[in-house]
């Protein structure tokens, strides 16, 4: 297949954009067969029509959506590239692409954007998937930033760097009528039902290490792998949840929820991975940076990123 025509798509995406061949025409002062001519040679080479009449207006087809949808991309990249290398940067408007866990705490997600979500000049893109689609999108330079609780494996030949963002201790949380008058550890969980996270996750291994110790057996309301999920059954009082405290930080602030106990030796850690850029996200360079790196901003559990190899 020849290569796109960039031209033809711009085109394109102009029509499509305002709706009206005639009015495109005259903004772009062009004459309207030359620009039919145009549109025509890409829906050519697409081998699918673009637009439908209706009327005056000019309508996209389901072809034409999906063009467009890839077009918006393509030129809002070429915009930012100019910003991204141009030596001005005057009334810059930054763009953030960040890859979030599907089981990740949303409350953690909102507290590592907060610096960034009202700031005018930045828009936040957020996209949610499975770890290893994530990285894929990380290192295909479509994400900036790949927030996730398991530390990805370590890979010479990937170039990922992992930065130690937060670590959270795990509680065990519920309504003040699954609590009760509380008790030790043994007391609640012989008392009442647990809301888990699936097996195989770091907080799961970590409490059936700990049930082990204690010779019991809890009985299980639920397991699930999303911790939004966990905090809303939480919340209906199916049970008690083991979660950092953050997954429920509205509810415990409430008094909706209160927090029966602590695991001394539990806890979940938070990572931001990023890949080593010659131009890197200055708005994410701004969120991950440490103590020591001259940042006015503060994170509370911090410590060297690795980098694989």
Same mark, same amino acid.
């Given at each position: 297949?020849?290569?796109?025509?960039y031209?033809?798509?711009?085109?394109?995406?102009?029509?499509?954009?305002?709706?009206?061949?005639?009015?495109?025409?005259?903004?772009?002062?062009?004459?309207?067969?030359?620009?039919?001519?145009?549109?025509g040679?890409l829906?050519?080479?697409?081998?699918?029509?673009l637009?439908e009449?209706?009327g005056?207006q000019?309508?996209?087809?389901?072809?034409?959506?999906?063009?467009?949808?890839?077009a918006d991309v393509?030129?809002?990249?070429?915009?930012?590239l100019?910003?991204?290398?141009?030596?001005?940067?005057?009334?810059?408007?930054?763009?953030l692409?960040?890859?979030?866990?599907?089981?990740?705490?949303r409350n953690?997600q909102?507290?590592?954007?907060r610096?960034v979500?009202?700031?005018?000049?930045?828009?936040v893109?957020?996209?949610?998937?499975?770890?290893?689609?994530?990285?894929?999108?990380?290192q295909?330079?479509?994400? &900036?930033?790949?927030?996730?609780?398991v530390? +990805? @494996? /370590? *890979? %010479?030949?990937?170039?990922?760097?992992?930065?130690?963002?937060?670590?959270?201790?795990?509680s065990?949380?519920?309504?003040?009528?699954?609590?009760?008058?509380?008790?030790?550890?043994?007391?609640l969980?012989?008392?009442?039902?647990?809301?888990?996270?699936?097996?195989?996750?770091?907080?799961?291994?970590?409490?059936?290490?700990?049930?082990?110790?204690?010779?019991?057996?809890?009985?299980?309301?639920?397991?699930?792998d999303?911790m939004?999920?966990?905090?809303?059954?939480?919340r209906?009082?199916?049970?008690?949840?083991?979660?950092?405290?953050?997954?429920?930080?509205?509810?415990?602030?409430?008094?909706?929820?209160?927090?029966?106990?602590?695991?001394?030796?539990?806890?979940?850690?938070?990572?931001a991975?990023?890949?080593?850029?010659?131009?890197?996200?200055?708005?994410?360079r701004a969120?991950?940076a440490?103590? &020591?790196?001259?940042?006015?901003m503060?994170? +509370? @559990? /911090? *410590? %060297?990123?690795w980098r694989p190899?």
């Amino acid at each position: 297949m020849a290569r796109l025509n960039y031209n033809h798509l711009r085109y394109f995406w102009a029509v499509a954009h305002d709706g009206n061949l005639t009015r495109t025409a005259q903004r772009l002062n062009v004459s309207q067969s030359a620009l039919s001519v145009q549109i025509g040679k890409l829906e050519a080479q697409l081998g699918h029509t673009l637009f439908e009449r209706s009327g005056r207006q000019l309508l996209l087809t389901e072809a034409g959506r999906i063009a467009l949808d890839h077009a918006d991309v393509i030129f809002a990249a070429g915009d930012e590239l100019l910003g991204t290398l141009s030596e001005t940067g005057t009334g810059r408007r930054f763009v953030l692409r960040v890859g979030a866990l599907a089981t990740l705490s949303r409350n953690f997600q909102i507290d590592f954007l907060r610096p960034v979500v009202r700031r005018e000049d930045v828009e936040v893109v957020v996209r949610s998937g499975a770890l290893g689609d994530l990285l894929q999108s990380l290192q295909a330079h479509q994400l &900036d930033v790949v927030l996730t609780n398991v530390m +990805p @494996a /370590r *890979d %010479a030949a990937t170039p990922l760097i992992a930065h130690r963002i937060d670590e959270q201790t795990v509680s065990l949380v519920g309504t003040p009528d699954r609590v009760g008058a509380g008790g030790s550890l043994r007391d609640l969980l012989e008392r009442a039902p647990v809301i888990l996270p699936t097996p195989g996750s770091a907080i799961r291994t970590g409490f059936d290490a700990i049930a082990d110790r204690l010779d019991i057996r809890p009985r299980i309301a639920a397991e699930v792998d999303d911790m939004a999920m966990i905090r809303l059954l939480a919340r209906e009082g199916a049970g008690l949840a083991v979660v950092p405290p953050i997954v429920v930080k509205d509810e415990l602030a409430a008094g909706t929820m209160v927090e029966a106990q602590t695991f001394a030796r539990l806890s979940e850690t938070f990572y931001a991975v990023t890949l080593a850029r010659r131009f890197p996200n200055p708005v994410l360079r701004a969120l991950i940076a440490g103590p &020591d790196d001259g940042s006015s901003m503060s994170r +509370p @559990a /911090r *410590d %060297a990123s690795w980098r694989p190899g």
